[in-house]
């Protein structure tokens, strides 16, 4: 095309977010009932008694699945999964979900009844409709949109914006596990690839496969908080690694963190995988994506509440902006946070 | 993959609506807030006030559409308008979007910015909010997801579902221009090949062009229904071809129809244009897809403020099921109807 030769620059330049930063820009509010557009886990939109949240997501085959080790079963249910745990991000309940597959003649029907076999599941645990969506050709591969819709009681919402200095800092379940299973997926990948007459070798490492091929959403926290009068004072799904969300929340709120390293979650299989594969494990943790955890902050006043949580970890405080993002080290060192979570455009 | 070779069903064997309906089959409603689902142009969810709709679609590079000749702001306008489309045909507004976008690498940011130039222009002139979406690599080619969302009152939705015999059939504009511009730039494309150094011959083309690059929404026909208390009986947007949406009306409202020949709207250009190509002007209009007006059915109280609707035509009239489907000549003959729209598995 013409007007890629007059001025080219490689998205790799300004990195996934920066580049939504950038087209979305133009993008002016014009509806009354918007009330928050591109930049957090979910779109608000005022539907009269509460707020309607959306969220969206595309799953590209060769950039976020290999179907070599994906069953599609797994695919159809984590498709939908990763945009559920945007809602509850958001401390709502999704409801209805939409979903656009586009698929090269390579796929035969019987495995789209399996792909959808996955999305009907996680719609039938999670009690979401599917009511909508598309299936249409592609001239390479396996492509997945979906759309996921939800509502929050207006005064319940959680946004990336309202951390505050003192607050505490919260995060579900464990991290790291499934940038493990992707490890040792691609490690088996590989000496299949070499050694096709070889049986891979998955044993004892079946919780990082599990997180990487079957997350599931935390709809148990959002139940917990809307059971204990909690609100989250900010919230947002760990799908990047915990430092690039850290980075989103003090961002948008206009603070600083101080995590503690010890206090970080990782499952016990995780950190012997990672140190088999010569990787300190907070490193999984800090960098590794897609568990699908929630990270959240809290008031000091609902402390006590938190603590009683079943399978929460406090991992942390919000200080004021200038203190940075830092994580505090057993021996009492602080080392600066960065932000290098996963970048599709960089693989 | 394993589960491909046990048994293959061949997509194209289902054809793209028998392959949703297939797919969707399983989807049971769970919320209470569903009123549709699946199967009419959008989803209809009840948010306490009004609906809120939502519809998805996704076009895919190589199949919905081809670089060589649509420049990326035209793609990116559309991509917008088929969706405000969907939404029109449920006599609803639109009010929000949100645009998901895998490409490979072959596009650069400013072809990006391209795209979305066109994105943002429709939604100012539709008066609709850009409030979501991912931007994510491919292994081919461009792809675009959009979802709209947008409201109507409860008392004035219009399904596919609620034709009834004795009521009067109506089609917005004129019909088949975009299939005619389509086999311009078909046939322009490959004398391109064949002799790169002739000039492209596009003039007096421009309406059937500008039809497939640059089609629009009938806004004008909802504001119309709703300043004259009119809720049509059933609607559907012309996407796949007036022949394949009277099937959906008839099939969903348990009705037949007669249709005049002579009454269906063709466009002076574009009967011009079909005869050169040696194809009945009619056969474009039953047959050719993405005009994206509005097919709909009024009672016949609702007939003399249709009288004096701009831009719209009386086509034929609802009758009953045992009546069929049949398109009534100049000279008084009764022709079958078959539904053969653009099918984009059958390419």
């Given at each position: 095309m013409e007007?890629?030769?007059?001025?080219r620059?490689?998205?790799?330049?300004l990195?996934?977010?920066?580049l939504?930063?950038h087209?979305t820009?133009?993008?002016i509010?014009?509806?009354?009932?918007t009330i928050?557009?591109?930049?957090?886990?979910?779109a608000?939109?005022d539907?009269?008694d509460?707020?309607?949240?959306?969220?969206?997501?595309?799953?590209v085959?060769?950039?976020?699945?290999d179907?070599?080790?994906?069953?599609?079963?797994h695919?159809?249910y984590?498709?939908v999964?990763?945009?559920l745990?945007?809602?509850y991000a958001m401390?709502?309940?999704?409801?209805q979900?939409?979903v656009?597959i586009?698929?090269?003649?390579?796929f035969?029907v019987?495995?789209?009844?399996?792909l959808y076999?996955?999305?009907?599941?996680?719609?039938?645990?999670?009690n979401?409709?599917?009511v909508?969506g598309d299936?249409?050709?592609?001239q390479?591969?396996l492509?997945i949109?979906?759309t996921?819709l939800?509502?929050?009681?207006?005064a319940?919402v959680?946004y990336r914006?309202?951390?505050k200095?003192?607050?505490i800092?919260?995060v579900?379940g464990?991290l790291g596990?499934?940038?493990?299973?992707l490890?040792v997926?691609e490690?088996e990948?590989?000496?299949?690839?070499?050694h096709?007459e070889?049986?891979?070798?998955?044993?004892g490492?079946?919780?990082?496969i599990?997180?990487?091929?079957?997350p599931?959403?935390?709809?148990?926290a959002?139940a917990y908080f809307?059971?204990?009068?909690?609100v989250?004072?900010s919230?947002?799904?760990?799908?990047?690694g915990?430092?690039?969300?850290l980075?989103?929340?003090a961002?948008?709120?206009?603070v600083?963190f101080?995590i503690?390293?010890?206090?970080?979650?990782?499952h016990?299989?995780?950190k012997?995988?990672?140190i088999?594969f010569g990787i300190?494990p907070i490193?999984c943790?800090?960098?590794?994506?897609?568990?699908?955890e929630?990270?959240?902050?809290?008031?000091?006043?609902d402390?006590?509440?938190?603590r009683?949580?079943?399978?929460?970890a406090?991992?942390?405080?919000?200080?004021?902006?200038?203190?940075?993002?830092?994580?505090?080290?057993?021996?009492g060192?602080?080392h600066?946070l960065?932000?290098?979570?996963?970048?599709?455009?960089g693989?």
């Amino acid at each position: 095309m013409e007007n890629e030769e007059q001025k080219r620059t490689n998205v790799n330049d300004l990195g996934e977010f920066g580049l939504i930063d950038h087209l979305t820009f133009e993008a002016i509010i014009k509806q009354p009932s918007t009330i928050m557009g591109v930049g957090d886990d979910a779109a608000v939109i005022d539907t009269g008694d509460f707020f309607t949240l959306v969220s969206t997501d595309m799953l590209v085959e060769g950039i976020h699945f290999d179907l070599m080790y994906t069953p599609l079963k797994h695919l159809g249910y984590k498709a939908v999964i990763v945009n559920l745990s945007d809602i509850y991000a958001m401390n709502g309940v999704p409801t209805q979900i939409t979903v656009s597959i586009a698929m090269s003649n390579r796929f035969s029907v019987e495995a789209l009844e399996e792909l959808y076999s996955g999305i009907h599941l996680a719609c039938d645990l999670y009690n979401v409709d599917l009511v909508g969506g598309d299936t249409t050709s592609s001239q390479k591969g396996l492509i997945i949109s979906v759309t996921a819709l939800g509502q929050v009681d207006k005064a319940s919402v959680s946004y990336r914006r309202g951390a505050k200095e003192g607050d505490i800092v919260c995060v579900t379940g464990s991290l790291g596990g499934s940038y493990l299973g992707l490890q040792v997926l691609e490690r088996e990948k590989q000496i299949y690839r070499e050694h096709p007459e070889l049986q891979p070798e998955l044993t004892g490492h079946e919780y990082m496969i599990g997180r990487l091929l079957k997350p599931e959403a935390r709809r148990d926290a959002i139940a917990y908080f809307e059971s204990n009068n909690i609100v989250p004072t900010s919230m947002i799904d760990v799908s990047d690694g915990l430092s690039s969300e850290l980075f989103h929340l003090a961002k948008q709120s206009g603070v600083g963190f101080v995590i503690e390293e010890d206090m970080v979650p990782i499952h016990i299989d995780a950190k012997k995988l990672a140190i088999d594969f010569g990787i300190d494990p907070i490193t999984c943790a800090l960098h590794g994506g897609e568990d699908y955890e929630l990270l959240f902050t809290i008031a000091e006043k609902d402390l006590e509440a938190i603590r009683m949580m079943p399978d929460v970890a406090i991992i942390g405080e919000v200080v004021n902006r200038t203190g940075g993002l830092h994580l505090k080290t057993s021996s009492g060192n602080l080392h600066a946070l960065t932000a290098q979570g996963w970048t599709h455009f960089g693989q």
